[in-house]
Each structure stands twice: as C-alpha cells, then as structure tokens.
C-alpha cells in the first residue's frame, strides 16, 4: 500500500508569481484535502475534491484552486503569490468523504519572497 | 463559526506522571471530535476520535458538551508519547475530511 505522496518537497517563488503543487492519494483513497499550516499554526483547510470537482472549500480567496484527475491525484494551484502564502501545504486523502480518518502527505514547504 | 482552542503551546512532564492536553471548542450541535498527533520526523496522523470511546497508546479523551471540552489524558506519560498534538473538529461537526485544527500543543515528556 502506498502512502500520500506530495511534490516537490520544497519550493521558493517570488512575490506575484504562480505555484502549482501535486499530491498523489493513497492506494484506493477518491477524496482529497488540502490544508495550509503557517508557522507555529495549526493546518488550515483550503479545500477538498471528490470525483474531480470541489466538495467544500474553507475560507480562502479564488486565487487558490484546485484539480483532481481520473487516477484521484490532485494539484493545488496558487495566483498572484503574496508572502503571506509561505506555509506548508499538506495534502490528505480518504476513502470517500463520508471517512473519518486522513491519511496525510509530508507536505510541501513553499517560501515566498 | 466553529473554532477549536488548545491554549498550551507547550508542555512538559516527567515519564510516569499523568498529562492532560486541553482542548476547547465553539460549535452548536453534537459534533465529532479528533486528536491528531505528529511524532518528530513522521507525518500527521489520527490518534483518536471520541465517538469510538477507544484507548489509543493509553490516551482516552472524553468529550464534555457542557464546558465544550475534549481534553486528551494519560495516567502514566512514556518518553515516546513526546510529540505535537492537535485537537480537531470536522466543518459541520460531520465533514470528517474538512477539518478546523487548534493551534498544537508541543509535549515534552521528560526521562
């Protein structure tokens, strides 16, 4: 059984620019959570996907989307970077949404400068 | 809007000695409840959920609707227990993949 997997492990972007990170769910697992984790913070969740299309979302602007292809892997794509963007990004996945345990990614560092 | 507060940042026991990591939380309504734990290089993962009543490495954790409390404890902390711990509730007391996080609180259980 293979675990979430997320890439890249770390990446630094600069102010205004645009970032696109992916995760790959585990084996057998259709949803999948994004959340963001500022330093010394809790994660924050951005959004989730099932059956490729966006089933919530939490309080965060348009800027931040989101895909989910046939195979279940999922991107999170961000616009117009701003500093404030400089977190972890972790990636869960489940068994339908409906499933109460996350399988969480290692996540990936973005620094904005 | 649904909040979950950990007020400790930190905390620090010797091995043997009971602990309690503290966990409050706004919602109106009977929702579900998590801790999630980090140990040091390993991923976030679930540690208990309060509907299943379950003991997991020792730690139970009782939800309380009165004081809106779902405090995390064990009578005899181990070294191996030292870890980041977040107190979780899913959006709608339900949506178990969307959840809202405290802030963590940092365990140090000391030899």
């Known amino acids: 059984e293979t675990g979430v997997t997320q890439s890249p492990t770390h990446l630094i972007k600069t102010r205004g620019q645009q970032v696109t990170l992916r995760c790959s769910s585990q084996?057998?697992?259709?949803?999948v959570s994004w959340y963001q984790q500022a330093l010394g913070q809790g994660p924050q969740f951005i959004f989730q996907?099932?059956?490729?299309?966006?089933?919530g979302r939490g309080n965060f602007p348009p800027r931040f989307s989101g895909l989910q292809f046939p195979n279940y892997s999922s991107e999170l794509n961000v616009n117009a970077l701003e500093l404030d963007d400089s977190a972890l990004y972790l990636c869960?996945?489940?068994?339908?949404?409906?499933?109460?345990?996350?399988?969480f990614g290692p996540g990936t560092r973005l620094t904005v400068t | 809007a649904q909040r979950v507060t950990q007020p400790e940042k930190l905390l620090s026991v010797f091995k043997g000695a009971p602990v309690e990591l503290k966990c409050n939380y706004s919602?109106?309504?009977?929702?579900?409840l998590f801790w999630y734990v980090q140990y040091s290089r390993q991923r976030l993962q679930l540690l208990l959920r309060?509907?299943s009543r379950e003991s997991i490495k020792g730690f139970t954790a009782d939800l309380n609707k009165g004081e809106t409390s779902f405090h995390l404890k064990k009578p005899f902390a181990q070294e191996e227990d030292s870890a980041m711990y977040y107190c979780?509730?899913?959006?709608?007391?339900?949506?178990?993949?969307?959840?809202?996080f405290g802030q963590g609180t940092i365990l140090t259980v000391h030899p």
């Open positions: 996907y099932y059956r490729e299309e966006e089933n």
């Open positions: 309060h509907i």
């Open positions: 919602y109106s309504g009977s929702p579900e």
């Open positions: 084996s057998g697992h259709n949803t």
């Open positions: 869960a996945s489940s068994l339908e949404p409906g499933a109460y345990e996350q399988y």
């Open positions: 979780a509730l899913p959006a709608g007391g339900t949506s178990y993949g969307k959840l809202t």
